[in-house]
């Protein structure tokens, strides 16, 4: 109980942190001094005290959509193991729920974009949802082959693979933390696949799709973004750390390492690397179904390679 | 027993009885008779479910040479007619406002009264006749009178042609039918369904024979890939509740003919289990992709409707590889998951059919590249289309999402039963299903999002000054309910579903799944009370909100016509898919100083019709103008023929007589 209680302060705060580690990394890498890591946090504290300007070709479904999305990312969140390797609700097939409900979140991320009938909106829009198709169904090859290598159905067949799956559990674990970190920058819209710091170019995507969005509703989808963020960083957390092993303790301060180090790791790789040619994000992204289908591979051959 | 003789012939009462009304009484006679077999429908199916037994009865007339006509309402039938019923009547509902425009004009929906009620008779008929003849009858009657239905409008030429497709694949359809039936009925002697069920049992070859050709037979009817080409030409053509009804309902009776013959099998063999797997994840993946490349309202949805054949087929063919390697959890997930989808795809089916009848109503178009910002003028069909399109997506809180579940489930318990084929097939098909979920988000954001949101296109949508009437309001709304309900509390019906699925695979223990689906329907609840409460919340903070036009990057003169596009929403994903379509370009180029007119046009056609089906025909084209010498409409030369057979008939006397 106590563990559900700090796993949901981490997943509603954590986020902010998280993206203030990433731009003082961003900065430190530039030889700036930065902004404080809280900064993220009075942004959105400033958002939420602010009016907001909502466009006159809009519907109800404009305003609707920053609730549903923030709603959704955060229920979402209840299925992902944490601290203790244990998620809020843990059931078996989590994470078919999971991806679904977050998959309701975007489909209100889609229709609000295009209802303010904007055509970089639109833009923005078409991407995400093309995107979308090639990440979930590698996401979904690569948890049933967890799922069927531990025999437990839960999310936290994560954090077991080590423990099940010998040396072999190794390198589909390196395999599978490499398809996470590609997933994670292309949902939570960093480089190379999206430039989070800038607005108006023709090849951004998350940001453009909320260029409309303002206020109270800016902030919640900001929100929403860093909880995704803490989200899929709490999946990699997984696969790396045998949560349910160690203890409390020591899988609380894992735990937030692997949070401080997988946000420093994104800062750096947003400082070395530019940010992909559009045509080339697919190709980027189609690296995350191949990771998906050596692992499928790799596990037919762990259990049934004698 | 007698409830349901009455239930299955009220219909036909009630179209008999329309003739004898005036026009526009017409549609709410045959909706009245249309409710009354509702109620005695779901009465019969309430008494099979509750005493867990079939109603048998053999009533003692056309008792000639094919044995006696037998109904039999099992669990699966009652399933079937419960819902056949339902669908129906909303139907006939939504026609009483749909069918008013046409009668304006003054049209003739006599006939077409008379058709709807004898479809609707039929089909409950179909799904209880146990006798191969009379099932073949009814079946007969049940194409026929959709043939009937779908060439409403038949002063339209490519009505007319949908329709005579519409005909051709039905009959070929049913010669497939035929055969499979034949070789029972020659092997067992009888023309009773319940007598295959040994000979079946005895010989596995047999019964893949037999099983193909009942698929091939009813997977036209129910629009399997490769046989799926008449849907998105019927449907557009069909008035929109006949549409609804046809691909809500109707093709769901060629998913029961699979599913009973199967009933017959008890257990299939592993081989057509893979096949039926496989050709429906196939199925799921062509019929969303060109979903996506639509922009007729219409063909979309009837594209999105093989598609979710596709979805339950899926999760028939986890049920037979259940069964196959005697994995009864596997089976129960498998079947429950395709017979629960079937009662949901024709709820949501019909949702969106009506939706778009609506706005057909109103907007005189189905090209959704003219439509926009119909939220503004028709709210409710815009709401209820909303939820429609969320729950066809098979997103939660709606229905579409409990029954992917199951299935996705059952694929994942398939992977673990110890068998690598089993292993790598189903991981790979469960892709293919989060395939098809992410696809069908894009395809059904873009139908939504064009057609309602954002800024009218044309003068079609700005003319739109109010929404539709309230009897086409209506069904609309319970078809809403029901998708939140089964969506919210899927434990229940999930109970119910069970019913039939156990006629497959026997006594079901279900409490795991049953607390899984409670865990669901938790979160369901829980999700919308929390976006409820933060709406709120956001309503006490009571902020200002100014009202501006959408941000332009400083240019404030956007205009209806920089919008994005269909075409263009879909096209970054059907960019990297290029080689699965034909797309034919009709391009004018400007040219000269002062350039007048130019057009660019790219139509997308089905690569099977017109790389297989179009040649095939071609083909078969050239082989009869050989006869056209021989007909050639020359009476002489037909005078000829006569001579010519006489003397040959004289000849042949001479020396053989």
């Given at each position: ?7 949901l302060?981490?997943?509603l705060?954590?986020p902010?942190?998280v993206i ?8 430190f890498?530039?030889?700036?001094k ?7 946090l ?61 998959g ?9 974009a ?28 690569i ?27 190794i390198?589909i ?8 970190v ?16 800038t ?8 940001e ?19 909880i995704?963020m ?7 957390a ?61 596990t ?7 | ?26 549609l ?16 019969t ?71 709807l ?37 038949d ?56 099983f ?16 799926h ?32 013959i ?8 592993a ?15 062509y019929?969303?992709?060109y ?27 986890v ?10 959890p596997?089976?129960v ?125 044309s ?11 309230s ?18 509390f899927?434990?229940f ?10 006629l ?32 709120i ?7 200002k ?12 003169k ?15 994903f059907?960019?990297m ?60 030369q ?12 004289l ?7």
């Open positions: 109980m106590i563990t559900n209680l700090i796993n302060i981490i997943l705060f954590a902010f942190l203030g580690v990433i731009k003082k990394t961003k900065a890498w530039a030889g700036r930065g902004v404080s890591i809280w900064q993220p009075w942004d959105f504290v400033r958002l939420m005290k602010k009016d907001c300007v909502i466009s006159n070709t809009t519907t109800w479904i404009f305003r609707l959509a920053p609730l549903v999305i923030f709603a959704t990312t955060l229920v979402a969140g209840l299925f992902v193991p944490m601290i203790n390797g244990q998620p809020v609700i843990n059931m078996e097939g989590g994470f078919i729920l999971f991806a679904y409900i977050l309701f979140g975007k489909f209100f991320a889609l229709i609000s295009m209802d303010t009938g904007s055509s970089f909106e639109g833009m923005g829009a078409s991407r995400e949802a093309c995107f979308t198709t090639i990440v979930e169904p590698a996401f979904f090859i948890m049933a082959s967890l799922i069927a290598l531990t025999g437990n159905y839960t999310f936290q067949s994560l954090s077991m693979i080590l423990e099940k799956a010998g040396v072999m559990g390198l674990t390196l395999l599978a933390v490499l398809a996470l590609v997933m994670l920058l292309t949902e939570c819209c960093r480089v190379p696949v999206d430039d989070p710091t607005h108006l170019e023709l090849t951004m995507i998350h453009v799709m909320i260029l409309d969005n303002s206020g109270q509703d800016l902030g919640l989808i900001t929100w929403a973004a860093g995704k803490v989200i899929l960083e709490s999946l990699i997984a696969l790396l750390i045998p949560m349910h092993l160690i203890g409390f303790w020591y899988s609380a301060l894992c735990y937030v390492a692997a949070l401080f180090v997988i946000a420093v790791f994104v800062g750096t790789l947003e400082s070395c690397i530019a940010r992909l040619r559009m045509s080339h994000v697919f190709e980027f992204i189609f690296a995350m179904s191949s990771f998906a289908l050596i692992i499928l591979s790799l037919a051959i762990r259990i049934y390679g004698n | 027993m007698e409830i349901f003789y009455y239930a299955l012939l009220t219909p036909i009462i009630g179209g008999a009885m329309s003739l004898f009304f005036s026009e526009k009484r017409k709410k006679v045959v909706s009245f008779f249309a409710f009354i077999s509702m109620i005695l429908c779901l009465m199916a309430v008494n099979v479910f509750a005493s867990g037994e079939s109603l048998v009865a053999v009533p003692n007339i056309f008792n000639g040479m094919f044995g006696a006509i037998k109904f039999v309402v099992d669990p699966l039938s009652a399933f079937f007619i419960s819902f056949i019923s339902v669908m129906s009547f909303l139907g006939c509902v939504y026609a009483n406002g749909y069918m008013k425009p046409y009668m304006e004009k003054g049209m003739n929906v006599s006939s077409h009264c008379l058709f009620s004898m479809l609707i008779s039929s089909m409950l008929g179909v799904v209880t006749i146990q006798n191969v003849m009379f099932f073949l009858i009814t079946w007969e009657i049940m194409s026929l009178s959709s043939f009937f239905l779908v060439i409403f409008e002063n339209k030429k490519e009505v007319l042609n949908a329709g005579i497709k519409y005909l051709i694949y039905m009959h070929v359809s049913v010669i497939f039918i035929i055969l499979a039936f034949v070789l029972l009925t020659l092997k067992s002697g009888s023309y009773d369904f319940n007598s295959f069920k040994e000979i079946l049992s005895q010989n596995a070859q047999f019964a893949n024979l037999v193909m050709l009942a698929f091939v037979g009813f997977g036209i009817k129910a629009g399997f890939v490769p046989f080409n008449w849907l998105p030409e019927a449907h557009p053509a069909a008035p929109s509740h006949v549409s609804a009804v046809m691909s809500g309902v109707m093709i769901k009776t060629g998913i029961y003919g699979i599913l009973r199967l009933s017959l099998i008890v257990i299939p063999t081989g057509i289990s893979y096949f039926v797997l496989i050709i429906s994840v196939i199925t799921a993946l019929g969303i992709l979903a996506i490349t639509q922009r007729d309202l219409k063909r979309l949805l009837a594209y999105s409707s093989i598609e979710n054949i596709g979805i339950i087929g899926i999760g028939m063919g049920g037979m590889l259940g069964l196959a390697h005697h994995s009864m596997v089976a997930l498998g079947f429950g998951g395709c017979i629960l989808h079937i009662l949901n795809h024709s709820i949501f089916k019909e949702l969106m059919f009506f939706a778009a009848g609506s706005v057909y109503n109103k907007t005189h178009t189905r090209n959704i590249e003219v439509l926009g910002g119909l939220l503004k003028s028709m709210p409710k069909t815009a709401l209820l289309c909303l939820i429609g399109s969320i729950a066809i997506c098979g997103l939660p809180p709606f229905n579409g999402f409990i029954s992917e579940f199951l299935i996705y489930f059952g694929m994942l318990k398939g992977a673990l039963t110890g068998n690598l084929g089993m292993l790598v097939l189903m991981i790979l098909s469960l892709a293919g299903l989060a395939l098809v979920g992410t696809m069908a988000i894009l395809c059904f954001t873009k139908l939504y999002s064009i057609t309602f949101l954002g800024m009218a296109r003068e079609h949508a700005e003319h739109v000054k109010e929404d539709v009437v009897s086409m309001i209506f069904p609309m709304i319970c078809l809403a309910v029901m998708t939140l309900l089964i969506g919210i899927p434990q019906v999930f109970e119910l579903v069970t019913k039939p699925v156990s497959f695979t026997g006594a079901i223990e279900t409490p795991a799944i049953v607390g899984l689906l409670q865990t669901i329907s938790f979160t369901a609840f829980g999700l919308l009370a929390f976006i409820l409460a933060l709406a919340l956001r309503k006490l903070a009571n902020k909100a100014a009202s501006h036009c959408t941000w332009g990057c400083g240019y404030d956007g205009n209806n016509h920089i919008q994005y596009t269909a075409s263009s929403y879909a096209s970054p059907l960019s898919l290029t080689p699965l379509f034909k797309k034919v370009f009709d391009i004018k180029k400007p040219k000269e100083l002062f350039p007048k007119d130019a057009h660019f046009c790219l139509h997308i056609e089905d690569v099977e019709e017109a790389y297989i089906i179009k040649p095939f025909i071609k083909d078969i084209e050239k082989f009869f103008t050989v006869f056209e010498r021989i007909q050639n409409g020359n009476i002489q037909y005078i000829l023929y006569g001579l010519i057979f006489l003397i040959l008939a000849i042949a006397l001479v020396f053989l007589g």
